[in-house]
Structures are given as structure tokens and as C-alpha cells.
């Protein structure tokens, strides 16, 4: 009796109409793609802990260690009435009903393998790496001694295993089924604030990461296709505005100019010493205003180039910055307000990176290539759009207009 009574006093959370939706409409394989904030995993945990409240075995597999963390502690404390031991090290909680939840980093090979589950759950499946494998080889089977369920739980991240799971499930192929909700059926956020992140981000990232819906250029933020519509030959007229990005270790100086159409006319690259990078910054930066990034090494750079050249600015480098950088210039490119894009520069653009951290936006290149261009690209259309000139040109684009856009 007193094990009943401490069951019946443990609180989960209420799931609102769209979660409990979705559950009365499950199937033996879940697949949920949905847009940021929903409440997918406390979804997802409120799922498992019924199951072990149940007296079953379930388990918890997470894309990383660091994302594993914070829904431990949810379980510790939301359990704490009823856990009877709790082994930290191998992050697992034997409740006293009989139930037991184990929590996996997928981050490691063959996780979960030789156990057996009621019901499983995969949170951020969307960027899972190699899930597919895991899948298959190690998570699937653990699901046979018990006849256990799963969950698929995430953003999508392209068209990726995840995206291919919700399509089985859309043809509700052998006891699967899936959903697509957006951020907006979560009754608990303003849908103000949704219509504000619609108006920030770019179109197919507003798509992906508050519709659910999956970009066909997975986790690139310019997408591929307005890449390609942007590039063409160099522009023949002066530039206005400059962005450089300074070379870091073995990196490349790289420094793109605009003209008052918004063509690329300038995109010099080259690695060399830093006296011989200051005399070239200088003879080229002399034409127009320019942006350059004074992170770490770069700022005793800029100074020097600030006493021979006027109308130089320097920018740290922050994950705040970066993410304001990135996302204006998708937005320039995905308008086409860049032409001229060369196909070195393109190639970069199309390999760059984003993934959503609890702290944020991060932006990066791929492990082993460069983003000197990219981020130069980047801080040329930021001065572009703050040139305090308010001249407009004969395709109609406003230069200087410091409160938004080219147009």
C-alpha cells in the first residue's frame, strides 16, 4: 500500500491538447517532427516515466552526454518519492515499483545493446549521428523480449533518417505512425513571439525549426539553391563597402567588396605575414568603408589599419554577433540582394553549418574547412546595409539604411 501511495503522488506534467493528442493516436513506432519549443521531451518523459511507474523497463537515448544531462535531473527529481536506488555513474533509477529507466548517450557505439525495454524514447533525433546504425543494429532489438514501443523525438535537421522514419510513418507502414506540429500548438507560447522569429530568420529556417518542417539543405542557412541564384562574374564597378575576415593560424585572409548595386566586385584572398597583410589591407581598404573582424589576434590588426585608413570599424566575434551576422546575411541571399558570388566563395557557403545550443545559434564551418569567406561576406553586407550615405541606386536598393535590409 505505502508503494501505491508514493506512485500516486508523483506529479507529471499535464500534457496539453497537442501532446495528448499524439498519444491517443500512437502506434508500436512514434515519430514526431516538430517545430522548437513544442514540448517534445517532456513529452517524451512524461511517456517514459509511465512505463516504469508501470513496473517496466524503459530507457532514454539522447545525441550527446550534454543533452543526456539535463532530463537525469528532471527524472531524479520528478521520481524522487518513488526511486529506490539511483546509480548515478551508470545514470540509471530503479524505481519501486519494479520499473527501470535507463539513460544512453548515443555519442558512444552500441548503446543500449544486450538490454531489454517496454518503451524507449530518442530525443533530438533529428541530429543524431548515424541513427540509422543505431537503430538497427542496437535499439530496435531491445524492443523484442517485451513487444516495447519508441519514440522518435525531434526538429528535423534535412532529409535525413529521422525525416525517412516520419515518412514510414506517414504511410502508417507496419505499425508506424508520425505527426508534424509546429511550435505554434504549443498553447504556452506567444504567438507573438513566433511571429517575430518568422520575421528574423529565413524562410526555410523559420520552416525547419518552428514548422517542423524538414529544409532540403538540412542544417545550411542559406540554402543551396538561393546560393546558386546569387552566383555569377565579379562586378566591374568601384565598391562601397569592404568585409574582411583576418587569417587565423592556417586560415586565409579573405576580404569581399560590394558595389552600390549589392554585386560582389571584390574577393581577394591569400595568406602571408602580418606586415605584408597590413600594407595590402590598406592599399585595398582605401575606397570604401569597411568591416573587419577584431576577435582575439585580429584587433591589434585593425588598429594598425585604422591609423592609415579611415572609415574602418572593427567587430568582435560573439555567439550573439556571429548569429546577427549569419542570419542577415541568409536574408540578403535568400532574397537574391547579393549577386556575383564566385564559386569559391559559393562553395563555402553551401558547406557552412548552423545547429540551435541551449545558448543559442552556433555557426560554423564543416570539421576541416574554412569559413574566411563566408564570415568576410558576411561583415561586407553588414556595412553595406549601415553605410550612412542614404544614396539609392537605380535598382532601388537603399544603401544606409542602419535600421534593416537593402531594400
Known sequence: ???????????????????????????????????????????????????????????????????????????????????????????????????IIDFWSLDTPNAGRGRKYKRIAIDEAGIVRDLEDHWNASIRPTLTDLKGDAWFLGTPKGRNFFHTLWARGQAHANRWASWRVGTIHNPTIDPAEIEDAKRDLPQAVFDQEYGGIPADDGGNPFGIEAVNRCMGPLSTRDPVAFGVDLAKSVDWTWVIGIDNEGCICVSERWQSDWDNTTDRLAFVLRKAPSLMDSTGVGDPIVERIQRRVSNCEGLKFTSQSKQMLMEGLAVAIQRGEIKGIPENLAEELKAFLYEYTKTGVRYEAPPGMHDDGVCALALAVQRFRTRPTGIQSTSGIMIGVANGGFR
Open 1 to 99: 500500500m505505502q508503494t501505491l501511495d508514493a506512485v500516486r503522488r508523483v506529479r507529471l506534467p499535464r500534457l496539453h491538447a497537442g501532446q495528448a493528442l499524439i498519444k491517443e493516436q500512437r502506434l508500436r513506432f512514434n515519430v514526431l517532427q516538430c517545430g522548437r519549443r513544442f514540448g517534445k521531451t517532456t513529452f517524451g518523459s512524461v511517456l517514459i516515466a509511465e512505463a516504469a511507474l508501470a513496473g517496466f523497463p524503459a530507457a532514454w537515448f539522447a545525441p550527446t552526454y550534454k543533452l543526456l544531462s539535463e532530463v537525469w535531473a528532471w527524472f531524479c527529481e520528478r521520481l524522487e518519492s518513488v526511486i529506490a536506488i539511483k546509480d548515478s555513474q551508470i545514470k540509471q533509477l530503479r524505481l519501486i515499483t519494479g520499473g
